[in-house]
């Protein structure tokens, strides 16, 4: 049977079914460090995480019902410590610093979880280096950020990476189906997620995408639309991904709408946004990639959403 369940399709994926399996049998390390755009799920795997690392069960982990898990799972956890403001000054780390110098409440671990590790300043960094290098007692530190270039680079060095996967769009259709989102909806909203369930189910549940919208614009407008919409897309740049997958999405519907000529050029745009999505990955900002994108599309010189 299909799960309808995000975090369980990404529990499936190899890299992150390690993670998991090697924290339950105590490999466990100082730090890590997950990454991914919203709606990756970066926050379900931390308190998935946070739930195998808190309990007190010496076989299945997390059990449910040990004292620990039943803390958890009521959000009262004294050794649960959840950072979740947008942006942390170097006296909030220092704080967190003092907070965890004393011994854990319960016999067990604790856990420090900061989901936006990306938010923090760079001297809120550079303090929580070495507490991150040698945590006190049998603290265990989970980052969640973006990208890994938002944090320092000596930060990075202290955590073990893991890059929220990308899954199939085969999967998450079954998924959106499974959980009653008619067909048409699932296909849309699996096309524009870029491989992540949880986008998915947003765009699914909301019943309509901004980033879509956007790109149908682009690739129907002419040259000044297009400067117009890259425009507006620059203050976007934590939505980039979103903008991209969409772009890419509204690109394969024109693929199997249009014929002749204009395949080629849909094509050669494409090839032009995965090389924006690669680009992305190796720090070329968000600004510089819309400008690639906009040249590409311009030298095309076809409106590919017209009549589609």
Not at 12 to 39: D, E, I, K, M
Not at 196 to 207: D, H, N, R, T, V
């Amino acid at each position: 049977m299909t799960s309808t369940d995000p975090a369980q399709l990404i529990e499936q994926s190899a890299q992150v079914a390690g993670l998991l399996s090697g924290l339950r049998v105590g490999r466990v390390a100082h730090a890590y460090l997950l990454t991914g755009p919203q709606g990756s799920g970066k926050g379900r795997l931390m308190e998935r995480c946070a739930q195998i690392l808190l309990c007190a069960s010496p076989d299945e982990r997390p059990c449910g019902v040990c004292p620990p898990c039943c803390w958890h799972k009521a959000g009262t956890h004294p050794d649960d410590i959840v950072m979740s403001e947008e942006r942390m000054g170097v006296d909030e780390a220092r704080a967190l610093i003092a907070s965890i110098a004393r011994k854990p409440f319960a016999d067990g671990r604790r856990v420090v979880r900061i989901h936006r590790a990306d938010g923090m300043t760079p001297q809120a960094q550079n303090a929580l280096l070495k507490t991150l290098e040698e945590p006190p007692g049998d603290t265990v530190f989970l980052l969640a950020a973006r990208g890994e270039k938002d944090l320092l680079p000596t930060v990075r060095s202290r955590c073990r990476p893991l890059r929220m996967p990308r899954l199939p769009d085969q999967a998450i259709l079954s998924m959106l189906e499974a959980a009653g989102i008619p067909r048409g909806l699932a296909l849309g909203a699996a096309a524009q997620a870029g491989g992540y369930p949880f986008l998915a189910l947003q765009i699914a549940e909301s019943g309509e995408s901004a980033a879509f919208a956007w790109a149908q614009a682009f690739l129907a407008g002419d040259a000044a639309a297009r400067v117009r919409l890259a425009q507006e897309a620059e203050g976007h740049k934590d939505e980039a991904e979103a903008y991209l997958s969409a772009l890419e999405a509204a690109l394969g519907l024109a693929l199997h709408s249009r014929g002749g000529g204009d395949l080629g050029r849909i094509a050669r745009i494409i090839e032009a946004s995965a090389r924006a999505r690669a680009q992305m990955n190796v720090f070329v900002s968000w600004p510089s990639v819309l400008h690639g994108l906009l040249i590409e599309s311009d030298a095309q010189r076809t409106v590919i959403w017209e009549d589609i």
